[in-house]
């Protein structure tokens, strides 16, 4: 019997089975945890309690690899994100420089005319 157990419903048939003969299912408890999980996600049982244990570590360990890697590209958009806004700023800061340096010329310009014109007429 334990050789056909590939879902919740065969494991509950093996544990009756085990308490009429009067023992009991190892594991039972966790192996049916285990089972419900596998189920949830889609995944088929492997028909033993070590084969779904370790099925259920692995599916464990590819949402860590999962989600440890959406982290690292969260903080790789992020620091990209970062970066642009401190391009855009440095750009801005930029062009405000050359405006002033615009402004300063013109200005200079425009007070050294006056001066020669005011120069000539006094």
């Known amino acids: ?10 494991l509950e048939e093996l544990r009756a089975a085990a308490a009429v003969q009067g023992t009991t299912v190892a594991n039972y408890n966790e192996w049916y ?4 999980q596998l189920e949830e996600l889609g995944v088929e049982s492997t028909g033993s309690y070590a084969g779904d244990k370790a099925k259920i570590e692995q599916v464990q360990q590819a949402v860590e690899d999962y989600i440890r890697e959406a982290q690292i590209e ?3 958009m ?7 806004q ?3 700023v440095t750009e801005t800061d930029s062009e405000q ?3 002033a340096n615009v402004a300063n010329a013109t200005s200079s310009q425009l007070m050294a005319d006056y001066m020669k014109i005011y120069h000539l007429l006094s």
């Open 86 to 88: 401190v391009k855009e």
């Open 33 to 36: 945890k285990i089972m419900q």
């Open 78 to 84: 992020e620091s990209r994100k970062e970066n642009q």
């Open 97 to 99: 420089t050359v405006k």
């Open 1 to 10: 019997m334990a050789d056909k157990i590939t879902g919740i419903e065969d």
């Open 74 to 76: 969260q903080a790789a």
